[in-house]
C-alpha cells in the first residue's frame, strides 16, 4: 500500500501539504474538487446502469465510485493543465524542487 501512495503524482497525493508551496496546494485544491464534481454524473449514470443489470445498490454504488472518481480526476487535471497551463507547469516545477530537495536529505 505504501508503494501505491508514493506512486501517485504529487497534485492527487493526500499528503498534509504543509510544506508545499502556494501554487501546488491550489492546482491541487482545484484539481481535486473539481474532479469530485465532475465524477457526479458518470457516479450516477453507472449507478444506474449497474443497477438495471442486476447489481444491488450497495455493490452498484461501490464499483461506480472506484471508476468514476479516478477517471474524473484525472479528466480534471488534463482540463487544467490545458485551460492554465503555465499556472500548471509553475506549480510542477515548485513540486520537482521540493520533492528533489527532500530526496536529498
Request: proline share 4%; aromatic share 18%; net charge neutral.
Amino acid at each position: 500500500m505504501k508503494f501505491f501512495l508514493n506512486s501517485l503524482p504529487w497534485w492527487a497525493s493526500l499528503d498534509s501539504g504543509l510544506d508545499w508551496s502556494f501554487e501546488e496546494r491550489s492546482v491541487s485544491g482545484v484539481i481535486l474538487s473539481v474532479g469530485c464534481f465532475m465524477a457526479l454524473g458518470p457516479f450516477f449514470i453507472l449507478v444506474f446502469l449497474l443497477q438495471a443489470l442486476g447489481l444491488d445498490k450497495h455493490n452498484s454504488s461501490f464499483i461506480s465510485f472506484l471508476i468514476s472518481v479516478p477517471l474524473s480526476v484525472y479528466v480534471a487535471k488534463i482540463l487544467y493543465a490545458t485551460f492554465w497551463p503555465d499556472y500548471f507547469k509553475r506549480a510542477e516545477l515548485k513540486a520537482m524542487e521540493r520533492l528533489e530537495k527532500s530526496r536529498n536529505e
